[in-house]
Structure formats: structure tokens, C-alpha cells
């Protein structure tokens, strides 16, 4: 704590408008087997400090020494970087609550606590049971936990101590029968400790995985349709994160992501209809349980649910405290950093497709139709505009009856003929866990949730390229 | 300094009782300065430093990491050993190598670049844009200054020291005009005076003034040329997986039966050259400390060889190729995980073709600078898709215009049997986030499939 005050008080005596300081100390673990062997046990530990000042730009410097001379040398360096600058002109931010507070989510179980060699035969069980039959040609298990310590303080006052336990478990197994191989995952994870792991049940989970992987080694490719699909939960939540989430971030809106990330098609239309009236989708840090949960974001804003669509029309954006000054709004609590080491940005935190009035047989209720289960790879134009994803593996419904599964199926689509054509949206809402969201420079992958209830619309359904 | 730590790390590791045990330090410093809507927006530095630590007992490995080095480290990596089964797979940590020095990977004037400079650098390739053109509009990007340092040390005798520095530009430009328009252009170099930040400014805004007023493109089958950004593009996502050996083992690759198998049109050459002199992504050693090289992966259009760490190497049967690499997203060899293969400086050799011979010969088709978000999206047949973020139509062998965005939903295994066309002007490019650097040609490919 007082380094870290020592640390703001430096950058404000050096001439900063504003300061704010994370430091954060973490301890990673990471069981990996896979085709039987134990082939990772790692256990990782980090600890420093990212330092932010304001001179109408921005400066940073993170460090992993925590000792004063280097984190003097580390604010005179975000120092100097700001002034580096010749044209300081921006950094305008809206006010926010002034936090002093302690946030903790730990869940029930401490994974640190489960016995290594427990955690070990778990995965050894689970890459075990993965394997069905003899098609099944490799397999794997993991576990994977991550306590992380952090506190945040601000030249305004802020101070804000916070811990959190994410835990993970994933089974996965790949299938090969003639020339055709294929895979199939599962994967558990969210904010909270090792009962993730124990819900998860493992064996089960991977027997059930080297299961579809053989079936779908076994189905044929999935022909081309233009029909319409039906998706699962683990799709939406998908598609969710691609073509709600990420335009839903105000920097993208702005277009101050478009070197790489890009910029959202909907940039403008606030108040303006984007879809069907029966799609409603919400962004909040405070979904208890999901991989996204946060009290407080890297800025030091309270995390608040926020509506960014209803009834089809789009309401609003995720914003950082600047973002929001420039969009004369009340900010809102999605900057965050991968760690202290990077400079925070506008991200998306649990965000999902709220449920609707449908039962499941209801969206199934269709003549003809493609149904995919599972979601894999997304490829998204950089207007988040026109998307593909490929699904883990497909059916078609037939006067409401299922046919399959198929492989290799994908959707293409257009977002708002896509969200236009929403004509159903069930009521069994599920949150799923997104480990590997990609944004900023350098690159920063960040634990996001997404998800939604099943859902229908229509699509191109494509099938092998 | 790095070194004495590495090796004080596995003495004090032995000491804890671990038959063998490997350290690897690594220090690097990432300045970033950030540009957005025309102007610089935020400059950053990051220091990272670290330790990681592998203790053995026979084939029992723990892996363990921290900021700092301290008795308690060695006895972490000695008790996560002793509570796991042994990995059958595991085959001891490499004896001591000879690795040659590696022309032009370390500059001294880029190790020592101060953030005003870099701030000015930035500032030079954004006025190159906003210079060039009155239609050029809002230009966003980012100058990245990495400069990593490392050191390795094991019980077997091996030890080594690395220094590595590179420099890399990237901006993307839009255009007002009919259509609204953007061009990119990204330039890199391991040293400060190989790296013209103007170049990058004005690449890209020819780029997006040329887009100016895009035409749409029918669904059908094209001939299209991919400039080398977005066969780097196309090659890192796509094709980098398929010949890592890790990938290979796992089956994801479409790659896994085909070793000495002819896969890509006759005479294309692509290969990893872990050493090239000047190289983004050379080194002297891999963070194993094998020492980096050359490594054919496709000659004359056949399948010859992957790449490969220690691990994964040893499962096939063959030597590591010094691919060996501790990385995660923020760039710099990074001591907190085990290494894992990866490509480094993939080179895809160039053909007879200068690019207007290539566009003259083309006939009918599309040429694209510019690909996005190009992911498999079922890896282990090498389907993918992406968007093109910028094109443009070749009618009678000239291009005449801009196009209209387009998705590609192909397959890589069939795409590179059909290569009709290598051109002589090769160029590096490195993808968002990318950890390999690819240098490469425009290639043509016939009958790509457009939606």
C-alpha cells in the first residue's frame, strides 16, 4: 500500500493532471495431461505494478520490481513518456464515484488447497475416460486456477482493494475413422474456486467429448442451406461476444481501434433500431459466478450492468472514463488491463443476449432448419459487420425432428439482417466462459463471459471450404 | 548478471534435490506509442523481468516462475516434481551447444532509443500520411520498440546469453471520398536506420486514397494475387500451426499424414529460418538453448519438415530444430511458461514474377492488400475465412479500381496447390499480435472461391 501511495503521489508531485496506480501479485497454476502422460505441472508466480499519468496524453510504466528506487524510475518513465508527446491535447475524463472499498470473489473451495496430486489424477481420470474407443487418437485434460490480489489507488482518492479466484477445467478429444479427424472440447470456468471444477464432473464431461468426437468423425460434412438455425447456448455466447460485445466497446465506436481491432458498423445509431424487437443484450461485470466478474474496473469505476440493446434498438456502448465525457454519459466500468503490465482499455465483461418467452420445442418448431450445437472459430470483418463462425457440430431439423450431426458446419452472416431475422429466443439462459479475448497493442487476452439462451434465426449455412 | 542468477538458480535447485535443473531469465522492455484519430494518444513502457525454473527427478519435472530469485523458488520446483508421475516423454535438458553469432539481431542505438524519440518516430509516420493526400482522413497505429534480453543455464553444462532488439510501424489510413476507404502498411526492423517511419505513412495513405470509390464484386470464382501483408496474414494463421510440430503430434494440423508428401504446387519453397541475419524473430539459441536455423518445411512443393522444440521433438523421433520459444502475448521471450515450438522468421522463397508482370498476366481477377481476421475455422482440414479490408479488380491485366469488401471462405491445402504466380517482391510483414514475422512474396492463387 504505501509504495503504491509513495508511487501516486511521485507522479502528481512531477506535474501529472492525474495518476492512478495498480499493483497486483498473483499465483497461477496449470495442470496439463495429455494421451495419458502428465505432461505440465507449473505453478507461476508475478507480482508488479502499472503506473498511469495524465499530462493530456497518457503515460505508463509498469514494473516487476517493487522496491522504491524502481518504482521512482517507473513514474519518471510514464512521466517522460507522457511528455514525450508534442501535441497533449486529449485525456478529458468523466467523473466517477471516488471508491475506497474491498471487493472479493473466492469462491467456496481454494483450489491452492486441493492436493497437487488430487488435481493430477483428476485430469489423468478424465484424459482416461476421454478415450471411448480406439478412434479416439489423442486426448487431454487440464485444471487451472489463478488467485489474483490487486489494489488500486488514484490521484482523486480512490483506493480499492480486491482478490479473486477464476478456477478452469477442460476435457478434449480428437477422433480420426478413414481420412476424416475431428475434435470436440468442453470447458468450465468462472469466477470462483475449485467447486467450477467438481460441477464440471470430468469424467463424465470427457467421456461424453470422445463420444462426439467419434460421432462426428463418423457424420458427413454439413451441405450448404440457407435456412433457418437454431443455436445453443455455447454458440450464442459466440456469437454474442463478436458481433454484440466487441462493437459495443465505445473505443472501437470512435474508431480508436481501427489500426487493428477495427470499429463498430453501428457507430451513430444510438436509439436506432438494429434488430428484431425480441433481442435484448445486456453487458455486466456483476453476473456472480462468470468468468467476467468485477467489482470494480481498472479506472477504479463501479461495474454496473448496462443495457446495449432492447427490443432491438440500441442503447448504448461500454466506456472508459473518457470515452464517456466524450459521449456525455456516466461512465460505466469496462476498462481493464490484462495485468499491470499493460495500459487499461475499453472491454467487454460478462455480456449476453438476455432470455426470452420461448420453449426450447418452439424453436424447433420449423418445417426446415439447421441446428448447431458448440461454437469453434469466428473470422469477423473488422466493422464487426459481416461474420462467420464454425459451430463443434450440426443437425437438421426436419418437422422438428433432429438429423445427424453433421461436421464441419459454419454460419455466415450479415449482423443486422442477422439480428433482424431473431423470431425466437428461448428461456434457458447459460453463461459461458471466454479465456482468450484479443485487443490493444501489444496484444492483451482477457477472461471475458458471454452467453444467451438458444436462439433462431437465419443464416447461410456453409459447409467445407 | 542474468546468467550468474541462472546458474546460482540451478546450483542452489541441485542443492534442493533435483537431479537436473534448468533456469531461464529473461528482461524485456516494450515501449509502445499508440496513435488514434491523428494523433498520439498514449506512450508506454513496460518492464518485465523474471525467473523460470525446471527441477527434474528422473523424469519428473516441476515448472515454476517468479519476479525474483530466492531459495524458496528452487524448492517449489522441487516439491511440484516430486508430486507428479514421471512424463516418459520428458528427454532431459540439452547438452551444451556452440550456437554462431547472428548478424544483426542487436542494436545498440535501438537498446538505448529514448521515449521522445520514439514519440517523434510515431509523430513521423503519422505526418507522412496526413502529408500525403488532402483526402486523407482519420490514421491510427502504433510504433512498438522491443528489446529483449535473456539468459539460460542447466545442470548439463549449458549456459548462454541472448540480446535481441527490433523496431516495428504499423498505420492504418482512411480516405474521404465516394465509399470512404482505408490502406495500412506496417514496416519492421532489428535495427534503428533500417526503419523509415515515413515509408509507413505514406504506404498506407496511397493505399487508402487508391480505395477511393470501391466497386462490388460479384460471387464467383477469381484469380486473386495477395500482396505479402496479407499472405502473412493468410500464412500465420493458417499455415504456421499446420508445420508446428506440436500441432502436428496433436493432429489439429492438416499437415499430420503428409511429411514427405508433395502438398503445394511444384517449385514453391517455404522454410523457418530461426537464424536469418536481420531477422524480426532470430536469435542465437532458442529458450532451450539450442541453437536456432534454417528449417525446410515445403521444397519444390513437397512437405519435408516441421518445426520442433526439445518435447515434441522427441516424441517424433526427430532433433529439435531450435524452435523452442517462451512467448505470450506481450512481446519478448518470457520466463514465466515452458517453452513450446514456434515459427520465428517464416521465409516463402520468391519467384521470377515482378508484381505488374504478375498483375499484366493475371488477366481478370482481384489483388488484395489486405486481409482480417483470418482464422481456421476447421484447422484440421485448413478451411478458413477472412475479409479483405483492402482490394482491388484486375480487368485486362490492369488494375482498374478499388473492390468492395469480400469473404473468403477456402481451403489452404488446395489454395497452395494452385499458386499460378510467385512474385520477386518480397517484403516482412507481421500480423496484429503475431509472435513470427513472415517474409514473403505476392503470391497468386487460381479459382478462389468469393462471397
Known sequence: ?465 | MMLEIAERAIELTKKSGADQAEAFVSENLVTTVRIAASRVIETKKVFDYGIGLRAALGQKVGFTCANSFSQELSERAVSIARARPPNPDFNGFPEPTKPKKVRDIYDRALAKLQPARAAELADLMLQAALDFDRRVGEASGALNVVVERCAIANTNGLAGVDETTRIFGHLTVEARGAGGSEGAAWLGSTSLRGFDPSEVGKRAAELAVNSLNPKKVKPGKYAVILEPAAVAELFYHVFGYAVNGRDVHDRISYFADKLGKVVAVEGLNIYDWGNMAGGMYSKTFDDEGMPTRRTPLIEGGKLVGFVYDRHYAGKAKKDSTGNGLRLIDMPGRYYGVEPSPYITNLAIEPGDFKREELIADTGEGLLLSRIWYTYPITPQLGDFSTTSRCGFLIHKGEVVGAAQQVRIHENLPRLIKQITGVASDVKQAMPWGASAVINTPSLRFSEVRIS
Open chain 1, 1 to 465: 500500500m504505501e509504495i503504491a501511495e509513495h508511487a501516486v503521489e511521485l507522479a502528481m508531485k512531477l506535474g501529472a493532471a492525474y495518476a492512478d496506480v495498480r499493483t497486483e501479485n498473483s499465483r497461477n497454476e496449470t495442470i496439463l495431461v495429455k494421451d495419458g502422460k502428465v505432461e505440465k505441472v507449473a505453478s507461476e508466480l508475478q507480482q508488479g505494478m502499472g503506473i498511469r499519468v495524465l499530462f493530456g496524453t497518457w503515460g505508463f510504466a509498469s514494473t516487476t520490481e517493487l522496491v522504491k528506487p524502481a518504482v521512482d524510475r517507473g513514474v519518471k518513465t510514464a512521466v517522460s513518456m507522457a511528455k514525450a508527446v508534442k501535441h497533449r491535447a486529449g485525456g478529458k475524463m468523466a467523473e466517477a464515484e471516488v471508491a475506497e472499498a474491498r471487493a472479493h470473489a473466492g469462491g467456496k473451495i481454494d483450489p491452492f488447497e486441493v492436493d497437487l496430486s488430487e488435481k493430477i489424477d483428476m485430469c489423468l481420470e478424465a484424459d482416461r475416460r476421454a478415450r471411448v474407443d480406439g478412434h479416439v487418437k489423442r486426448t487431454s485434460a487440464s485444471i487451472a486456477a489463478q488467485k489474483l490480489q490487486k489494489l488500486f489507488l488514484s490521484s482523486e482518492g480512490a483506493r480499492i482493494q480486491s482478490d479473486r479466484v477464476i478456477t478452469y477445467a477442460g476435457v478434449f478429444a480428437l477422433a480420426k475413422k478413414g481420412a476424416v479427424t475431428e475434435y470436440f472440447e468442453d470447458l468450465a470456468g468462472g469466477t470462483g474456486g475449485f467447486e467450477i471444477v467438481r460441477r464440471f464432473d470430468m469424467p463424465t464431461r470427457a467421456e461424453d467429448v470422445g463420444k462426439h468426437a467419434v460421432a462426428l468423425a463418423s457424420a458427413k460434412a454439413m451441405p450448404k442451406h440457407r435456412l433457418p438455425v437454431v443455436m445453443d447456448q455455447d454458440f450464442v455466447a459466440l456469437l454474442t461476444h463478436e458481433i454484440i460485445g466487441h462493437p459495443s466497446e465505445a473505443d472501437r465506436v470512435l474508431g480508436r481501434e481501427a489500426a487493428w481491432a477495427g470499429k463498430a458498423w453501428w457507430a451513430g445509431m444510438i436509439g436506432r433500431r438494429i434488430g428484431s424487437k425480441l433481442l435484448n443484450a445486456v453487458d455486466d461485470p456483476r453476473v456472480e459466478g462468470a468468468l467476467g466478474y468485477y467489482e470494480y474496473d481498472d479506472e477504479g469505476v463501479p461495474a454496473r450492468r448496462k443495457q446495449l440493446i432492447r427490443e432491438g434498438k440500441l442503447l448504448g456502448h461500454m466506456h472508459s472514463r473518457e470515452t464517456a465525457a466524450e459521449f456525455k454519459v456516466e461512465p460505466n466500468g469496462n476498462m481493464r488491463a490484462q495485468s499491470f503490465k499493460y495500459l487499461p482499455l475499453i472491454r467487454m465483461s460478462n455480456t449476453f443476449i438476455e432470455p426470452g418467452e420461448h420453449k426450447l420445442e418452439e424453436l424447433f418448431d420449423v418445417k426446415e432448419g439447421v441446428y448447431l450445437k458448440g461454437a469453434k472459430i469466428p473470422s469477423i470483418d473488422s466493422r464487426r459487420y459481416n461474420f462467420q463462425i464454425s459451430a463443434k457440430e450440426a443437425f437438421l431439423i426436419r418437422r422438428g425432428e433432429l438429423v445427424g450431426p453433421f461436421r464441419d458446419a459454419s454460419i455466415m452472416g450479415i449482423a443486422p439482417e442477422f439480428f433482424s431475422s431473431i423470431d425466437a429466443v428461448g428461456r434457458d439462459f447459460e453463461m459461458r466462459p471466454i479465456p482468450n479475448c484479443g485487443k490493444g497493442d501489444p496484444m492483451q487476452t482477457l477472461h471475458v463471459g458471454n452467453g444467451g439462451p438458444h436462439l433462431r434465426g437465419l443464416a447461410l449455412v456453409a459447409g467445407v471450404g
